[in-house]
């Protein structure tokens, strides 16, 4: 087993509960524990755009300090650290950049990082979980499905934030490939819709989910115009704006058709062959399992 | 044979200037390289709820036209940065909103308030929605 630092972020371990599940059973399949640190705190979501702006970078670089100690203590065996949710991997690889590239800046982190046994050093790598899985490569992957998703039609929904901004993502921002390959290493076709990497309306949801229902209504309809039977996601924010904000969609739209959004680790804990505590399909709406049992993937 | 090199000259007046220098500090973006080809606004996924397209706020910031804070544009903009990839220019038009967001918030003005939730909203809604709303839109 290679053990590699973890951070969860906040929503894995409550909305998005069959992300975090699905995650490290098939982590561990493929020789990967994910060690979660004692403790770590939110990274605050978005990272702080301004230039001026010290303190919202203190939360994501604490937890990148949580990761070094985990490293220093012999608890991992890399300097690296593996998110899942899209948000939380594009903080911390920012608030990263900050530190590293502006000195002015990362001086006044340290100064205000109080009640700290060490200093950051600066040195943690910020991955997601896709990058490991690229890393490790796709054979590898193949070789741990004991049940290819044939005939399974998937669109692969980017969304913003592991792409962009540019030099931030984790693949080529206008032509990312990513997905796909994990698809197709799962034995699931690929399907290319024109709207992947359009933006769900993002945290507008709260205040304003007619918007956020037009969006979701053009994605998802691009998607199944596409071909699709489902869509992957790999974020929590965008599985809410596209799942279960699906009933926002019908009440506008009454011509829409649901569809399925699960994240990517729930599809790739179906095809190792994993148990229901590993996919947990309960956890999302609306329900892929009646999708899944007419394609012969779960049984009935 | 040697040109003289372009530069953008506009005659300002100071409270004009001070604003757009304001912008410029906290974004870090120098607007002024904008030639309102429109490709930020054309992938925007927002701009059906906006008033002003966001080629037409950066116009408005060149002006040093302090208007840009009143418009619904910079409230919309989900920090997609679609419009930072498709900028020929390199000017990161979300940097952009995000100061002029900044330079109302710093006036401890609250966009949105989680008083006007019901308590089953509130309860449905992940942490990653409320958490980046707040940061967001309020003070
Ligand atoms: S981005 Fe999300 S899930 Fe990630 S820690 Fe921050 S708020 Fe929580
Ligand atoms: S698609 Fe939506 S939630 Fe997902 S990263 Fe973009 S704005 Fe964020
Ligand atoms: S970051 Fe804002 S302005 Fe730019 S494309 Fe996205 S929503 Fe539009
Ligand atoms: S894409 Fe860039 S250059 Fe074109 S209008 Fe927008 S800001 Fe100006």
Same mark, same amino acid.
């Given at each position: ?68 100690? $985990?490293?220093?203590?012999? %608890?991992?065996?890399?300097?690296? =650290? ?7 991997? +594009?903080? #911390? &690889? ?35 979980? $896709?990058?490991?899985?690229? %890393?490790?490569?796709?054979?590898? =992957? ?7 998703? +044939?005939? #399974? &039609? ?147 | ?139």
């Amino acid at each position: 087993m290679t053990r590699l630092a973890y951070y969860p972020g906040c929503t894995l371990k409550t909305n998005a509960k069959n992300f975090e599940d699905s995650a490290i059973a098939t982590a561990e399949k493929l020789g990967i524990e994910l060690v979660e640190p004692e403790r770590w705190n939110c990274c605050g979501t978005v990272h702080s755009l301004s230039t001026d702006d010290v303190m919202h970078h203190l939360a994501p670089i604490r937890n990148l300090l949580r990761m070094e100690e $985990l490293s220093n203590a012999g %608890e991992v065996d890399s300097k690296q =650290v593996v998110t899942l949710c899209a948000m939380c991997y +594009n903080t #911390l &690889k920012r608030s990263n950049m900050v530190f590293n590239e502006d000195s002015d800046r990362k001086k006044k982190i340290q100064d205000n990082m109080y009640k700290e046994d060490i200093q950051y050093s600066g040195n943690i790598e910020v991955l997601h979980y $896709l990058e490991v899985l690229r %890393e490790m490569g796709w054979d590898k =992957v193949k070789e741990s499905v004991v049940k290819p998703l +044939n005939g #399974l &039609k998937v669109a692969p929904y980017y969304g913003c934030l592991l792409l962009r901004p540019r030099g931030i993502g984790i693949d080529d921002t206008d032509n990312p490939t990513i997905m796909e390959d994990m698809l197709e290493a799962l034995g699931a076709e690929a399907v290319k819709f024109a709207y992947s990497q359009k933006c769900c309306g993002s945290y507008n949801t709260v205040h304003m989910k007619e918007v956020v229902a037009d969006l979701a209504y053009k994605i998802l309809k691009q998607a199944e115009e596409s071909g699709a039977d489902m869509l992957i996601t790999a974020c929590p924010l965008c599985e809410y704006n596209l799942g279960p904000r699906q009933s926002e969609v019908e009440k506008k739209y009454p011509v829409f058709k649901t569809i399925p959004v699960v994240y990517f680790t729930q599809l790739m804990a179906l095809a190792f062959g994993l148990d229901e505590e590993a996919t947990v399909f309960t956890g999302n709406k609306p329900d892929p399992r009646p999708l899944l049992r007419d394609k012969g993937l779960l049984e009935e | 044979m040697s040109y003289p090199k372009s530069k953008l000259v506009l005659r300002m007046g100071p409270k004009n200037k001070y604003f757009k220098d304001r912008v410029t500090e906290l974004s870090g973006e120098n607007v002024d390289l904008c030639f309102q080809c429109g490709a930020c606004s054309s992938g925007c996924p927002m701009t059906q709820e906006m008033d002003y397209l966001p080629s037409k706020i950066i116009r408005m910031v060149q002006l040093g036209l302090e208007e840009a804070l009143e418009s619904k544009t910079i409230w919309v903009c989900t920090t997609c940065f679609n419009c930072e990839v498709s900028c020929p220019r390199g000017i990161d038009i979300a940097n952009v909103m995000e100061a002029l967001r900044q330079l109302v918030l710093r006036k401890k003005y609250n966009r949105v308030s989680l008083d006007d939730l019901s308590p089953e909203e509130l309860r449905d809604l992940p942490q990653i929605a409320i958490v980046s709303n707040q940061r967001k839109l309020t003070a």
